[in-house]
């Protein structure tokens, strides 16, 4: 239909093509090309609070926030100037700097379970690094990860559900051997039965569990009320690790993440986006007693010539002081619960089922009739050519969202109300342009 054909000029078109000659795809992480969604992707050229520019100077309300680093919106002119400021004094050494110790003691000082925190320079890392933590400090080899959560493309973790209900995992990607997949079970997320029935089965042999506490790269779904205690109960009684992905979550569904937010603590945590401001940067940390297993002052290996880099500690400590202002938060999620409560009282005037979730700055909403969706299939079994229309409708009015159903939508404190109404506005006529298709 005329609604789901994307409209991109030719220019647009000619800068993909061009791309696609040089970079497999035509970009650099594979979300970008617009894959599930069709048409061209937008090329962005500069962005300001929360807003994005693409190469023709169209603008758009934008809430990919760069996959969640930019909570306190694009540009913010306090980060840039601490960025400025850091560049002058050379842009890395491979030698301690004081700027590490303040990043660490800020990252102690706010995530409640962190002890001791080594930084590294992506999510990828953090979360494989973490991995082989937990199995260098346990000395056992197999994981425990939930279908539809995502810790980055090491080959561990790149590893989805074989088939039948506890599985062992079967590789996501030619490239990886079996016997590494293999090593890395999968549960479906939100069932605490199959959890206790793995744990009574084998849980004496599983080094960790690594969750996103909230799911956010399979849209957006949080846990169901005592599955998370469930996790910790079992981890505690089993020896067995409890690793939280806040990747995403970190700073952003609430100033100390979900384990704030929910009032669990992990073993070990896995932090990125938000800590960088921008910046590439990763980091882990948790238990004193675990981190110590780490090179220098213990056996398990793991480096980074660029790793707290002085540029990325800059932008991301000026980033995490500013959003510990009183009332960050709550003032954020109330923003961001106005802006899918409009979405969703719009869908319904034009009678377009949709159901809606948030916590602080992320959320997501589905095109399904459910009152809540809790699980992968749920996800899986959502309206994906309603999505589509709804995508390319809000994209050609000027809201950039994620090009894909299976990702969390994110909020900033640069949201203005008038960004918010407008939004809301847009959707209203997308929705009915849709229930008239
Ligand atoms: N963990 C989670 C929860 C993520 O959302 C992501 C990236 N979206 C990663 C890990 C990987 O991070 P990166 O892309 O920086 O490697």
Redesign the pocket.
Known sequence: SASTTPASSNAAQQLFERAQKVIPGGVNSPVRAFGSVGGTPRFIASASGAHITDSEGKRYIDYVGS?GPMLLGHAHPEVIEAVQLAAVNGLSFGAPTELEVQMAELICSIVPSIESVRMCS???EA?MSAIRLARGFTGRDDILKFEGC???HSDSLLVKAGSGALTLGVPSSPGIPADFAKHTLTLPFNDEEALRKLFAERGDSIACIIV?PIA??MNFIEPNAGYLQAMRELCTQHGTLLIF?E??TGFRVSLGGAQEHYGIKPDLT?L?KVIGGGMPV?AFGGRRDIMQQIAPVGPVYQAGTLSGNPIAMCAGIKTLQLLQKPGFHSELHAKTGRLLSGLKAAADEAGIPLCVAHAGGMFGFFFSSADKVTSFDEVMACNAEHFKQFFHGMLDAGVYLAPSAFEAGFSSAAHSEEDIQQTIDIARKVFLDMAAA
């Open positions: 996959w992506s999510g990828t979360t995502y810790h980055g996103e956010g790269n992905d990747v995403m896995t990125g990763g």
